[in-house]
């Protein structure tokens, strides 16, 4: 993915999951249990595809922070954009 996972980054302490949805229906469940990060992006080698024209090959990531309950939602210079509940 070319992300550099920081410093302070590694496997979080806490159970970590990730429900995509698509029209609103669970279509899938990412266990982010023991992973220092989650890539989002358009294309086949992230963690998360995002089918929607407008996501980035590597839009966004998911980076927890290492022994700790902390997660952190970077946008990686998209174009449009990064939002967490619609901010």
């Known amino acids: ?3 550099t996972v920081p410093d302070w980054g590694g496997p979080s ?11 609103g229906a669970i279509v899938d469940v990412v266990d982010c249990g023991g992973r220092n990060f989650v890539t989002l992006g358009r294309t086949p080698d992230n963690d ?19 022994q700790s309950e902390e997660m952190f939602v970077f946008d990686t210079g998209s174009t449009h954009g990064t939002f967490v509940n619609k901010r």
């Open 48 to 66: 998360v595809v995002l089918e929607h024209p407008s996501s980035s090959r590597v839009h966004a990531v998911m980076q927890f922070s290492f």
């Open 13 to 23: 302490s806490a159970d970590f999951s990730l429900e995509v949805l698509k029209d």
């Open 1 to 3: 993915s070319g992300y």
